[in-house]
């Protein structure tokens, strides 16, 4: 019985010390308090009755065998119950110790992959100390096995980064010198079509509402900005490549980039008013009519999907919205740009409303 329950109590505090959350050790009490019993009768007999053969011994011993063969049978039933969880619970627990022996082992194999050439990188001094920190963490918890096998994978997770950096780490130089020559190559684009944001700034002015381009009164200096800050950024990434450092450049044209990217959109905000602007005022009815349109699809769509009671009012009521965003189009310079941001507005309310209608069915 003592082997039985030795062996069974070992796969409890395996899973328990594995998955804190299951309930095994709960319904292990009762079967390891019925062994403790069985065990102190059994003493209990042997203290009293040793050597001696009355009736009285006998009856003891008797009862003493009956209750450990009692609880023997309840260990092998419990540990037949649960023979798959604590057998993987326990081979799992006599296996982490090895664990993280290995994974102490490939945090070393990956640190004597670095080359002295690449070792001041960002990227693998980043992922060197990272790798230091899994390991110390590792180091200070592998007696818990839970948190041993979890810092354990951690560990191998860092050890890969660790030597994926070193196997990027020759491609950097190359790759710095791909990217500043494209990034370069692109400001002179961006720079050319900053030129034409003066000439489509006065075109608003000269042509349409002042209220048409009132947000726009800015782009034309912080593009220009942008600019700027993209060339400092590109400067300073020549610099870095010079001093052999690829991975700052690398981060230094990303940064050039995005402000590229900003110029671009500053630059393009004001070329595309103007278009957008015209194509209004050579057609204002154009974008009405296709929200009208839409309109009457909404209302179709209520009709067929008996709807109308709840949302007719609703929708008729844009119409009298777009009317009004129509009348506003008067003067000798009309403010297209309200208008065609009312129409929007109406547009994105009407599409909210057909979404509504077809997710209530």
Known sequence: MDKRQSIASAGVEASTALRPGDRLASQWTQTEKQCFDAGATYLAAVDQYDGITTAAARSAFDRATAQLHDASVAVDRFYDAHRQSLEHASAQFAATPRLVQDALGEADAARSTVDEQYAGYPSLRRAWHELDAATTTLQNDQRDPLRAREHAALVRERAATLRAAVESAPGKLREAHTALS???????????????????????LREFNAKSSADLSHNERSSARHIEQADEDLRAARSALDAGNPEQALELVGQARSHLGDAEHLVDAVTDRVRLLRAV????????????????????????????????????AQLARIDR?????????P????????????????????ERMRSSH
Do not use: C
């Not at 050579?282 to 209520?302: G, Y």
């Not at 965003?325 to 310079?333: E, F, I, Q, Y």
């Open 335 to 354: 403010d297209y740009w309200s208008y065609l941001q009312d129409l929007d507005a109406i547009s994105d309310f009407i599409a909210g409303v057909i």
């Open 325 to 333: 965003a129509g009348s506003a189009l008067t003067g000798a310079h």
């Open 182 to 204: 494209s990034v370069r190559t692109r400001m002179q684009a961006v720079r050319t079509r900053s030129e034409g944001i003066a000439p489509a700034f006065s075109a608003l």
């Open 281 to 316: 005022k050579a057609d204002p009815k154009e974008t009405e009519n296709k929200v009208r349109f839409t309109l009457r699809d909404a209302q179709q769509l209520a009709v067929n999907r008996g709807l109308v009671a709840e949302w007719g009012s609703v929708l008729d």
